[in-house]
């Protein structure tokens, strides 16, 4: 055996290997695991130049990955005032009459649907605590935005718009505005007036977020957009990414030939430990947002629209991206969405199976269930997105749905159950990127979601380790400790397996390690 780089000894090691399920030594050479034994082999492993870590009897698992993520894209997204802990319109208004304003400009995000009061987003509610302000509050759902007039005003947006895809620019009865925005394109409207950060600082917050993740205990990230390819190879290439990232560009309606032989020719493309690999579609946008594709409209009359106005051009997209073997994940959060989404994998042929993910799978009746794992469909979920719901069903979700189809929310043990991948994450900025919470959460699901079980604590280990890397089309390389894989780990106080949720949400960790880095130490 080569000399190892890194030698970590001491440890309690869950390799999720089924030809060695356990360990307390692990090899690493030039960023890939070379050896995983037991404290008797150390002696043999170690060399002149190797770093050898004590663990001291810290639970040594696969390295963490968060499924769906955007730590690039989300720095624009989490700028301005963290709304996230408003409750009521008396909270939204007294946080905003108090903030600080940027180039003129109040920027929020994180706001909550609840915090409104089942009343309907508009600026009136806000206006006269920014009297000619201009603002931009993100609604924590990332697909929706609560603007000022004099926001409007700055952008030239007098009314209603059109757009290829499911957008709209809210408009009351006379069709003036109302600051609500819906989904990407409408938001877009605004992109070249609100303030952004200069690159300098974009770029020292990117390090320091990864750095961040890295604390606890993420190794790597699918990343659900472009990102800045730029930006990321510049932080790359003057430093160790701290989190391995895998980007998947979008694919939105209205796409042509040239726009696809470019999201073909970004494939591959990257840097250490970064890399293009998969493409991002929309077949829907938010139950709360009224733009979830559901079977049946919500409480609203709203949801009986795809997010592609003709679903058949995005099954179109599908089979020219699939025929050029480029993996696909598309957002799919209502019913609709979802059974969309798997009969156009269905079409594509036997050769299918394992390259596709759906993302979020909010709700979904039985019969969806089982096709999973019968086409080979990852199913890729979130549940921190739970705690944005009630378990009393008043919230704005539960509402919308109405009963039945809430108590289909987040059906993580039934798909497990029914033999799916099931990949987790957190969707930063959406939820918060914390892997610990990831895990305690999938154990106990909140909110909407809290009356079905939730995943054992191997499973929901599994899901941020071994099911993450089916889903990435990356189980030869990655999720497992054995010889050859990708030297992630992570080194938790506690065994994210046997400790109850609770105490694994706020198990120190000890130690995380990408392509054989460390990249950070717990004190």
């Not at 999201?263 to 250490?272: N, S």
């Not at 947002?289 to 179109?316: I, K, M, N, R, S």
């Not at 009969?343 to 979904?364: F, K, N, S």
């Not at 378990?391 to 929310?409: I, N, V, Y």
Request: charged share 20%; net charge negative; with cysteine.
């Amino acid at each position: 055996m080569v000399t190892p780089d890194l030698i970590l000894t001491g440890a309690k090691v869950r390799t999720l290997d089924p030809a060695r399920p356990h360990a307390t030594a692990v090899a690493v050479r030039d960023g890939v695991i070379v050896a995983v034994g037991d404290e008797t082999d150390v002696r043999e492993w170690r060399g002149a130049g190797t770093e050898v870590v004590p663990l001291e009897g810290a639970h040594l698992v696969p390295g963490l990955v968060d499924a769906h993520s955007h730590p690039v894209w989300g720095l624009d997204m989490a700028t301005g005032v963290d709304l996230s802990g408003v409750r009521d319109v008396a909270g939204l208004r007294a946080a905003l009459a108090g903030a600080e304003r940027v180039e003129g400009w109040v920027l929020g995000f994180g706001l909550d649907h609840n915090a409104f009061e089942g009343r309907p987003v508009d600026r009136s509610l806000i206006e006269d605590v920014l009297p000619d302000t201009p603002a931009f509050l993100r609604l924590y759902d990332g697909h929706s935005a609560l603007v000022t007039g004099a926001a409007l005003a700055v952008a030239g947006v007098t009314g209603p718009r059109d757009f290829p895809q499911r957008s709209e620019v809210v408009c009351d009865v006379s069709g003036r505005p109302t600051g609500h925005l819906v989904e990407h394109a409408a938001m877009d409207l605004l992109a070249d007036v609100v303030p952004r950060a200069p690159y300098a600082v974009r770029r020292a917050r990117l390090a320091e977020l990864l750095s961040a993740m890295a604390a606890t205990g993420l190794t790597g990230a699918h990343v659900m957009d472009a990102g800045d390819a730029e930006l990321v190879g510049s932080v790359a290439r003057e430093t160790v990414l701290p989190v391995r990232l895998l980007f998947a560009p979008w694919c939105m309606p209205g796409v042509d030939q040239d726009g696809l032989a470019e999201l073909i020719g970004l494939q591959g493309r990257g840097g250490r430990h970064w890399r293009v690999g998969g493409v991002k579609f929309f077949m829907d946008g938010t139950v709360e947002g009224g733009t979830a594709w559901l079977e049946h409209a919500d409480c609203h009359g709203q949801g009986t629209d795809a997010f592609w106005p003709d679903p058949e051009a995005y099954a179109a997209a599908v089979r020219h991206l699939h025929a050029a073997g480029v993996r696909t994940a598309t957002h799919a959060i209502g019913d609709a969405a979802v059974r969309h989404v798997l009969d156009v994998v269905a079409g594509l042929g036997p050769d299918a199976y394992g390259r596709h993910r759906v993302e979020h799978i909010e709700t979904a009746p039985d019969d969806l269930l089982p096709r999973f794992a019968e086409l080979g469909v990852a199913a890729s979920m979130q549940p921190p997105h739970t705690a944005y719901t009630r378990a009393d069903g008043t919230d704005e979700w539960s509402r919308r749905l109405g009963t039945a189809r809430a108590a289909h929310a987040w059906r993580l043990r039934d798909l497990r159950d029914a033999g799916a991948t099931l990949a987790l994450g957190s969707d930063w900025p959406i939820a918060h990127y914390d892997a610990r919470k990831v895990l305690a959460t999938a154990r106990a699901p909140r909110g909407a979601a809290s009356t079905a079980p939730g995943l054992t604590g191997l499973e929901a280990l599994e899901g941020c380790t071994s099911h993450a890397a089916r889903a990435a089309g990356e189980a030869d390389l990655a999720g497992r400790i054995t010889v050859g894989y990708r030297a992630d780990l992570t080194a938790l106080s506690l065994d994210p397996v046997e400790a109850p949720a609770d105490e694994l949400a706020e198990a120190p960790v000890c130690l995380t390690v990408t392509g054989g880095h460390v990249v950070y130490r717990g004190r």
